[in-house]
C-alpha cells in the first residue's frame, strides 16, 4: 500500500515539477504581452494627449493588462526636482526577475522615453515594437514546444520514477 | 537661485544660461555672474565664474520639461516655454531634421522671471477707465507684460473680459487655474494664435474688453479690427521704446487711425521696469 501512495507521489511531483517548467515559459510569454501593451498605451498616451512621463507612469500603473509588470508600482507619481525619471525608472527595474531580452527592452525604453519630440518617440517605439515581436514568437515557440515537452516528460519520469517504487 | 540675496531678488529680470559661457544674471543695472563660491560678481572675466557646459543646460531643458520633450514639442519648436508660476525660457539650439523640427543640442537658455506687480496699473486704470482702448507701449525688460496683468486685474474686476493669453506668461494658466490675479470677470484663452483666440473669444465669451500680449502682425491687427467693429475693446502691449518709435509702426499706425486705442502708455525702460513714463491721448493724433 505504501509503495502504491509513494508511486502515486512520485507520479504527482513529477507532473507538479513539468507544470512549474511550462508555467514559467507562460510567464514569459505573459510578460511580452504585457510590455507590447505597455508600449501601445505610451504611444496612445504620446500621441494623444502628449502626457509627460509622469502622466505615462499613472496610465501605466491603472492599466489592469500590465499587472505582470510589478516594476511600475516603483515609478514615481509626480516629478520631484533633483531625481532623474531615467534613473527612477533604473532603480524600479534593476529588482525585477526578468528575461535578459525583456528586461534589455524595458531599460532601453526607461533611457529612451521622453528624449525626443513626438515624431522621434513613436519611432523609438515602433522599433522597440518591432524588437519585441521578435522576441514575443520565439517565447510562443518556446512554450507550445518546450512547455509540452516539459509537462509529459514531468509526468513520465514521475510514473518511471513511481514504478521503480513499486 | 540661492546665490541671489533675498533682497536682490525683486530686482532680477532674467537669468541666462549661455553654452561655454558664463552664467549671467540680469537686473536693471546691468548683468551680474554666478561664481564657484556661490556668489555674484559684476566681472565677466573672473576665472571663478561657473561656465555653463551642454550637458547642463541638456540636463535643465530635460527636466524643465519633465523629463518629456515631446511633451514641449510644439513650445520648444517655437524657442520657449512656460514653467508654473508664468516663468518664460526661452531656447535657443539646433533644429532637428524631424517634421516637428524641434530644438536640440541647446546652446541657450533664458529664464525671464514673471512677477505681479499689484497696482502698478492703477495710475493708469485711474486715468484711462475701462471704456478705453490702451496701447502699452516700452522697449525690451520694461515691464509690457507686468503692467498688462495688472490693468487686466482692474479691468477684469469691473468688467467681461477676455484675456488672449498666447505664451500663458501673463496668467500663468496650471491646470485651467490661473495662478496671477487676472480679476474675476476674466476669461483666459492659452496656447492659441493670438488672432485666433480674439475672434474665438468674440465669438463666444461676448467681452467688452480684450487683453493680449505683443500684438505685431498683420494677422493680429485683422483680428483687432474685425473685433474692435462688434464693438470691443482692446488693450495690448507693443514693442516701442517711445511715442516716435511707435508712431513708425504700420500696425500701431493702422490701429489707432482706426480708433481702436484711444491712450497709449509710454514706459520708462528697462531701468524703472514697469514705471510709467507718460499717458497720451491718441484721440487728437488720429
Known amino acids: 500500500m505504501l509503495r502504491i501512495l509513494a508511486a502515486l507521489m512520485f507520479t504527482f511531483a513529477g507532473a507538479f515539477a513539468g507544470g512549474a517548467f511550462s508555467f514559467r515559459l507562460r510567464e514569459r510569454r505573459e510578460v511580452c504581452r504585457c510590455i507590447g501593451l505597455l508600449l501601445d498605451e505610451a504611444a496612445v498616451g504620446i500621441r494623444c494627449r502628449g502626457a509627460d512621463v509622469y502622466e505615462l507612469s499613472e496610465i501605466f500603473r491603472s492599466s489592469p493588462g500590465l499587472s505582470a509588470l510589478t516594476f511600475l508600482e516603483g515609478l514615481p507619481e509626480h516629478y520631484e526636482p533633483g531625481r532623474d525619471f531615467r534613473g527612477q525608472w533604473r532603480e524600479a527595474l534593476s529588482g525585477q526577475q526578468l528575461p535578459e531580452d525583456e528586461f534589455q527592452l524595458l531599460s532601453e525604453f526607461g533611457e529612451i522615453i521622453g528624449k525626443t519630440d513626438t515624431e522621434g518617440q513613436l519611432s523609438i517605439i515602433e522599433g522597440l515594437k518591432e524588437r519585441l515581436g521578435r522576441i514575443t514568437v520565439s517565447r510562443e515557440e518556446a512554450y507550445s514546444q518546450k512547455g509540452r515537452m516539459y509537462r509529459s516528460v514531468g509526468v513520465l519520469f514521475g510514473v518511471m520514477a513511481g514504478i521503480l517504487v513499486v | ?286
Open chain 2, 1 to 286: 537661485m540661492g546665490a541671489v540675496p533675498l533682497s536682490e531678488r525683486a530686482m532680477l529680470s532674467e537669468v541666462r544660461l549661455r553654452c561655454g559661457r558664463p552664467a549671467a544674471f540680469t537686473y536693471p543695472d546691468g548683468n551680474r555672474y554666478l561664481t564657484h563660491s556661490g556668489h555674484l560678481t559684476m566681472c565677466a572675466g573672473n576665472t571663478e565664474c561657473i561656465t555653463v557646459k551642454p550637458e547642463t543646460l541638456t540636463a535643465a531643458v530635460d527636466a524643465l520639461c519633465n523629463y518629456s520633450v515631446h511633451s514641449r514639442s510644439r513650445e520648444l519648436r517655437e524657442g520657449w516655454f512656460v514653467l508654473p508660476g508664468g516663468v518664460r525660457v526661452g531656447v535657443t539650439g539646433t533644429s532637428s531634421e524631424t517634421a516637428e523640427g524641434t530644438l536640440r543640442d541647446y546652446s541657450s537658455l533664458n529664464f525671464r522671471i514673471a512677477r505681479e506687480v499689484r497696482g502698478c496699473a492703477e495710475e493708469i486704470f485711474r486715468r484711462c477707465g475701462y471704456r478705453a482702448g490702451i496701447l502699452v507701449c516700452g522697449g525690451v525688460n520694461s515691464g509690457k507684460t507686468t503692467v498688462l496683468r495688472d490693468l487686466c486685474r482692474l479691468c477684469g474686476s469691473v468688467c467681461k473680459t477676455a484675456l488672449i493669453d498666447e505664451r500663458n506668461e501673463i496668467a500663468a494658466c496650471s491646470g485651467g487655474l490661473p495662478t496671477s490675479d487676472v480679476g474675476i470677470m476674466t476669461d483666459v484663452l492659452t496656447g492659441c494664435k493670438r488672432s485666433k483666440g480674439i475672434l474665438s473669444a468674440v465669438r463666444t465669451m461676448s467681452p467688452e474688453m480684450i487683453f493680449c500680449d505683443e500684438i505685431a502682425t498683420p494677422k493680429d491687427a485683422e483680428a483687432i479690427l474685425s473685433a474692435h467693429g462688434s464693438g470691443v475693446r482692446f488693450a495690448a502691449t507693443i514693442h516701442a521704446g517711445s511715442f516716435e518709435e511707435l508712431m513708425t509702426r504700420d500696425i500701431a499706425r493702422r490701429l489707432i487711425d482706426a480708433g481702436v486705442f484711444t491712450h497709449a502708455v509710454i514706459l520708462r525702460g528697462s531701468g524703472e521696469p514697469s514705471a510709467v513714463s507718460e499717458i497720451r491721448r491718441l484721440g487728437d493724433y488720429a
